[in-house]
């Protein structure tokens, strides 16, 4: 494959994702609706973490047998492993994306627990009219 | 630290106590002491000089006169309260502000009076009082805090952090030379802003007539000293012509509006307040002539003016409060058959009011007579500039004779209410005893020690023109003076019997 | 130096934190989790001021977790900055767990309370000690969750959920965004640790760290190093002023903190904030420090003092809006929150005198000034929550107006409140006025004129609003004469800790803490105290290598 292709195509994910969070951003914010922010919000992390998974990522270099970054051998000599690590992708991204994996997941079913509660003692899970009934106590509360 | 000092706390410690538990004999010794302590130190030597010594025994006067004043009046008019613990312990914190020797001292002592002064602002709470309260915590409180913490800056870019902090307030002056000119007036706006000059003045007139009695006396007689304190303290170094006279001229216009808009007053705590202003402008204009000609006389005439207008001015508003409570109203139109009815305080604010007219021989006549002899001397200096300061000064003097006399006309006036309200009915041997007696301690003083403090200042200052000619003709008008006013008092108890009277329409 | 105790202070706290819901299928006595937490507290107070002294011999302690050599392992490390705050973060702790055991009567579901606080703490001494930074989001997160749990504890009242959903949907906007940040910095410099970071983008040499994370030649490290810089700084200081509560995203902290239980509202407005800023300052400072990367001209001036500039402007923004708003509140928690964010205003104020153009004497003077700021603000600020939420909290409402005149049935307590309130107005010989001195001082050597008349006249606003609880609390009569609740265990509390603070004061002057302190924020501030932070990083390996020890 030309090498224009493939910084074409890496091109078009980075720029995909780009567009995929400034999207999720105007979810979050600008949908009154709580579930659509929950939406927007799991899938705005889901973009961050792909983007950095794209980081460890490693383009194959031309000439190079096309074969997966696998090692077959159970007692490597050093050649082998040089091999290895001239095609593998790096691993500290893909560490770091499950833990923000994991930290995306407790926050989530925290957003979820307190909607629920939300819609229990408003009736509504829509932000805008929950909104106004805070404003109205706000300026009874003050002055 | 010197054994006086330590002497001069124990002093507050027994005032403070003294007034929780209600003892005017602790109170009365432990103001009489702190009066005697700096007098020592003037007289015979000690840790403060002068000014401080002179600004000490003057809040410890109008201290004493306030907080015996304080015991009636807060049972007169509010049936009780706790007036007389903020009362006491504003005196003693404007006191210690005086008697600090270092800057640290001074800056804590300044923040525990300008925050007792908002308190004693707001002590009957209303709206009033709460937007008057504001005005001085932004106009007044605001800026003499940045003067001050300035200050402490200017003085730890020159010895270091600690030492600053510990600096003697004596060689605060000689210390702050040299440095950008923003400083200086940042410092200078500041201080001036606690002594209710042009720009930041409009606090005054609602924050002192809207306080209890007896707190604006402590407000106006001292506590505005204390800016003008800091002004002093910080003029030695100050040598920028054009910051000298913007404040010259500052002070010069605070005179003539200040007495402008006592004219026009109707509520006689804000005549008061308004010449407080006057006064003030005065002084800070006196000491800038100071600064820029080097002369004595401009010095002599600020300090004179400051003796003079703690004294009376304290004096004549506790006279305004014995009024309040007498007859439940502030305003001249429905006072004037005042001195019918209570002789003892129409004296008392007779001797006050001769004295802030300038009658001869009070301390108020020396002031006035130092300040017209300094501004000649300033014309001489510099024809131009001492012109139009003459001009000003002149004119100020004038209105101050005109307003004090529209304040007397609450005592000798046309009255103009119906019949039923003159019957007020209150035991006049009461309100003698419990209220006048107290403002007569500044009010005599006033004229009493008139020679005292007038050669206080000259040989002090080292002017050295006291000689027995002047000495002789003060000592005899000052008995003449006395005989009229007695001779006065005894026309108007006589006068308060049968119908004739001295002027005005008969009820 | 390597020592034990810091990598043990969040270690048990986490542990503590997951243990304690094993304990509630045993006892659901309110003292035992009350102990318990006093007992983790007083452990943790104890190691971090064990680091403290280390610290304040003159080294750096760095603690490598499991013996991983930097940057293939995670270090804390502690320099004088970090120590301070620290140690400050444990003496909070320790005061909450001691309001704990009247606290604990009058709620019910303390112990997942006690849960969620001994989380927080997780989060916070891990932001705090941490010289890694994708620890650093990883605690950040820790803290935000437990965060907005303990924001949604009363479950029952609707406003607190509310609070919680409108910080919480933002918050983790904030914190996946500083990821973004975080995963930008890793894909330019190839390397997470702090040291290392600070190191290739301030181009010293280094001798270990370079065999795992290889060499800089000419500012690209794997990727341009200064375009990712700029990036990752404006996401990262995003999320860390949207913790620290810095105007435009302030908007969450007065429902939250006045939603929250009173000793989480403490802990909140005691070192929550301080987190977000101490986030701040470590990037500012250390890793992107003077003669670094960040310093290409943008506008005329460089990029970073462009920042520090923009910080201090919103901080004054801030601490206007802060002390404006709070006189007019009835409810005492907002009214305390509001002050909250008039005064990390104030913190934020000098970032201006951290600038290049200054020198270090200044830079170290603000530095020295907004550590204790920070100091003396959290522990006033922590003790009128205590203590006002006290006062809430016996006569069943949070208005001002229901607590008029409590100061004649409870006095300690009110006096307590009284000089807590003095403290935070600047009143000398208070501590809070040598802090607003301290800014103000650098301010005028920087010829910042606007800034330092800023910090004055922010004070004299929020004095209206002070003075306003101080007149309701103590001269109007007591509106409904109950009987008296006990209170002693906060009276004793809330008075202390004004004694301390007043003797703080004085000792201030007597001893001479501000040459200390300024001595230690050069240390911490000039480049070769920057250059010793990395340097004590970088010789971990060696110190491994030749048999683990000091």
Redesign the interface.
Known sequence: MGSEIQIAMYMTVILSLYIN?SIC?YG?ISKPN?IK?LIS?TI??DS?NM??IL?GYRLWRPGIVLQPPVLLDWSPTSEVLKQFLERAVDP??QA?VL??IV??L??NI??IT??L??YR??GTVD?DE?GRL?RV?IVE??? | MEILYYVLLSMVTLIVIGSIFRNRVARGIGYIVLAVIPLHSMIIGGPWDFISSMLAILAAIVGLASSMYTNSYEELKYGGGHLHILIDVFAVAVYTTFTAMDI?TF??CW??AE?IG??AI?YE?ERKTLTA??RY??VS??PS??AL??L???L??KVG??EA?FTSINEVGNLLVGLPP??YI?MMLGFIAKAAVIPLHFWLPDAHSLAPAPASAILSGVMVKIGVYGVFRILPSVDMMYILITFLFFGAITGVYGGLLALAQNDIKRILAYSTIEHTGLIVTELMVYRLTNLLIPLEAALAIVCSHALYKSALFLNSGSIEIYSHTREISRLGYLAREIPSEALSALISILSLIGVPPTIGFIAKLFLLVASIYYLIIDPILGTILIVLISFAITLAAIYSIKYATAYWGTWRGGIESKKIGMDLEILKKKLTMWEYIPALLGIVGTPPITIAIITILGHEIVRLELALPLFLSTIIFLAFTYYMYIRLKAASRDVQWLGGALP | MILHEVGLIPILLALAGFITPIFTLFTRNRYFYSTYMLVIAVIVLLFSYKTMSAVVEGHIVVYPFGGWPPPLGITYTVDFMNGVLGLLASVLFLKISIYSFWYYGKITGYEWLTTLILLLMTGVIGCLYTGDI?NFF?ML?IL??SS??LV?FF?KR??A??A??SY??IG??AT??F??G??FI??AYGT?NMADIAAKAQNIPLTTMNLWSGLCIDDICFGNIALASVVSIALMLWALTFEAGLFPNNYWLPSAYTEAPTPASALFAGIVDKVGTYGVLRVMLTIFSSSSILMFKVLGISFRDLVLLILSILGMVSGYLGSLVMI????VK?FLSYSTISHIGLLFIPFIGLSSNYSEEVIAKTLAAILFHSIVHALSESMLFIGLGTLATISGSRKIDDMSGYGRLYPIITLAITLGL?NLL????FPG?FS??MM??PM??ASA?LQ??SI??I???S??GY?RII?LLF?PKPKNIQEKHRIVLPSILCISVALILLILGITY?IY?V??TMVGYGKMVVSSDGVREYIMAVDIVYMKLISGGGK
């Open positions: 969070i951003m979050v709580l922010k919000l705005l992390q961050i983007f950095l980081i500290l991204p770091l833990t923000a930290i995306g407790a926050v925290f957003l307190v909607i509660h939300t003692h408003f932000m929950i805070k106590v509360e003050t002055a | 640290i800056i804590v923040l525990i925050i908002f308190f707001v709470v309260g504001l915590i932004v409180m605001i805090d940045i913490m300035t402490l800056t200017s730890s870019m952090f600690v902090l923003i400083l940042m | 994708f990883v997160e935000c969750v907005y749990a949604a479950k609707r406003w959920i509310e919680s959903i919480a949907f983790a906007i996946t965004f990821l973004f975080v995963s890793y894909a997470l007019i509140q009835r409810d907002r003095l600047g009143l000398a010989p006025f607003k001195y103000f001082l005028i050597e004129y330092a008349i004055v006249i004070s004299g606003i004095a209206v003075f007149y001269l002057m001479g501000y040459d």
